[in-house]
């Protein structure tokens, strides 16, 4: 579904990305994690439009998506959240999925929002707003959703209902990516992952090898893993 082929994203001198390439198929979870300023969030900046990349190419569904806007993204099926959160905050919760879709009640139950269907945005506990901010991103029917830490800054019971959200889209086959600190909530999900250190993909698998793998132990692992 997706084929990120040699991409490189330079600010000045600084290789943020470096020579990525990797793929992902249709209705697999993949996990990308690594220490702060491995280049994660500027993998996904470029993947999803909001950067144009120094060099290589990015395809989905086939189609060469490179340098393409993030709204032309959106309308072929990639959307992406972002770590700090994007909603109207000043719009209740029903105002803010009615902005964007016509099935506002079925992305808001889909969400575990109905009963806060009326209150402001701003109102919300932070794991209210990260689904509310994930289900007006699901409100644009992708084909492939792309996540920005969504457990960042949440209670281990928001983390629950927010993996028990994940879950559901897993099991109805949404194709996703999830960039993610938290590595224990992150493993739950994933199928593979990938490792970035310093731009590079520094290797991938199954999270099992992942964890036992030297390299990453070194890189961030030994550092980040019980508590990141």
């Known amino acids: 579904m997706l084929k990120v082929k040699n991409l490189t994203k330079k600010f000045g001198e600084l290789e943020a990305v470096s020579n990525v390439s990797f793929e992902v198929k249709e209705r697999e979870c993949l996990?990308?994690?690594?220490?702060?300023?491995?280049?994660k969030t500027t993998?996904?900046?470029?993947?999803?439009?909001?950067?144009?990349p120094t060099s290589g190419r990015v395809e989905f569904l086939g189609m060469n998506i490179t340098g393409k806007k993030p709204h032309e993204l959106v309308r072929l099926g990639l959307t992406r959240t972002f770590q700090i959160i994007r909603v109207f905050k000043n719009m209740t919760v029903l105002e803010n999925f009615l902005a964007i879709t016509e099935r506002e009640e079925e992305f808001i139950k889909e969400m575990g929002l109905w009963g806060k269907r009326d209150y402001l945005a701003k109102d919300l506990p932070q794991g209210d707003l990260r689904r509310l901010n994930i289900g007006m991103g699901l409100a644009t029917n992708p084909k492939m959703l792309l996540l920005d830490e969504p457990f960042s800054g949440l209670s281990p019971k928001e983390g629950a209902e927010l993996g028990a959200v994940i879950k559901r889209l897993k099991e109805k086959g949404m194709t996703m990516i999830i960039i993610e600190h938290k590595l224990k909530e992150l493993f739950d999900h994933v199928e593979r992952v990938l490792v970035l250190n310093y731009g590079r993909l520094l290797c991938e698998g199954a999270p099992e090898e992942v964890v036992n793998d030297a390299k990453v132990v070194e890189a961030y692992l030994g550092v980040g893993y019980e508590g990141a």
């Open 31 to 39: 996990g990308i994690i690594g220490p702060n300023g491995a280049g």
């Open 43 to 52: 993998l996904f900046n470029v993947i999803s439009g909001f950067m144009k």
